[in-house]
């Protein structure tokens, strides 16, 4: 059974950084696509990241030049680090994976349960 499990989420000044961490247990797929989301109060999930074992990386937009999705395969572990965050960075964040190279949310299969990140102006 595969699981993800999120961490590192907290609350940070505007301008600080976080680094979240997602653990992977029974994931052993020889293609994949993994991703970062988030989900603020009243508005709709977004994909903020995509990495996939082909070197395929994709920013959202509001994300650029500020978050880093990486991956360890020796740890089974995705990162999302996170500098220069804003207020409206605050939001649930969730990773999650899906077989197959394709990067594509309505496709993810498996999802951790979030955590927290709150920026404070």
């Known amino acids: 059974q595969v699981q993800l499990m999120e961490s590192g989420g907290g609350s940070v000044q505007a301008g600080g950084s976080l680094r979240l961490s997602c653990a992977t247990a029974g994931y052993t797929y020889s293609s994949y696509c993994m991703g970062w989301f988030r989900q603020a109060p009243g508005k709709q999930r977004e994909v903020v990241a995509y990495?996939?074992?082909?070197?395929?990386?994709r920013y959202a937009d509001p994300v650029k030049g500020r978050f880093t999705i990486s991956q360890d395969n020796t740890n089974s572990t995705l990162y999302l680090q996170m500098n220069s965050l804003k207020p409206e960075d605050s939001a649930m964040y969730y990773c999650a994976a899906k077989e197959g190279f394709a990067c594509v949310s309505s496709a993810m299969r498996y999802w951790g349960k979030g955590t927290q990140v709150t920026i404070s102006s």
């Open positions: 990495i996939n074992n082909n070197g395929y990386i």
